[in-house]
């Protein structure tokens, strides 16, 4: 599968942002999609995941902020962030783990957030 993120800009605190993970490819269900991000001098983390059937795991940073979906029919991921802080300015990818894998063996290309005081 292949993947392309998309809907990254910049905004005011307390904005809204829409992320899109976009899927090339057969069988979309049959893979977790996770979103991770990497802030400027900052390692790599896990924002969310998605699994098959909808349910989805947040990071305790964006919960209650963010939240994530999916739909097969079309092969897209989203990551809806709203109450945007400046410390969730960073590059955020996402990416795909297939049913039966052990990582992440799919990534995207990254979309800029930038969120100013």
């Known amino acids: 599968v292949q993947l392309q993120a998309s809907g990254g800009g910049a905004v005011q605190a307390g904005g809204s942002l829409r992320l899109t993970c976009a899927a090339s490819?057969?069988?979309?269900?049959?893979?977790?999609v996770a979103w991770f991000r990497r802030a400027p001098g900052k390692d790599r983390e896990f924002v969310a995941r998605?699994?098959?059937?909808?349910?989805?795991t947040l990071a305790d940073y964006v919960k209650g902020r963010f939240t994530m979906s999916r739909d097969n029919a079309v092969g897209a991921s989203y990551l809806n962030m709203d109450k945007l802080r400046p410390e969730d300015t960073a590059v955020y990818y996402c990416?795909?783990?297939?049913?039966?894998?052990?990582?992440?063996?799919?990534w995207g290309q990254g979309t800029q957030v930038t969120v100013s005081s």
């Open positions: 990416a795909a783990q297939r049913l039966g894998d052990n990582q992440y063996g799919y």
């Open positions: 490819g057969r069988s979309f269900r049959n893979y977790t």
């Open positions: 998605i699994g098959w059937s909808g349910d989805y």
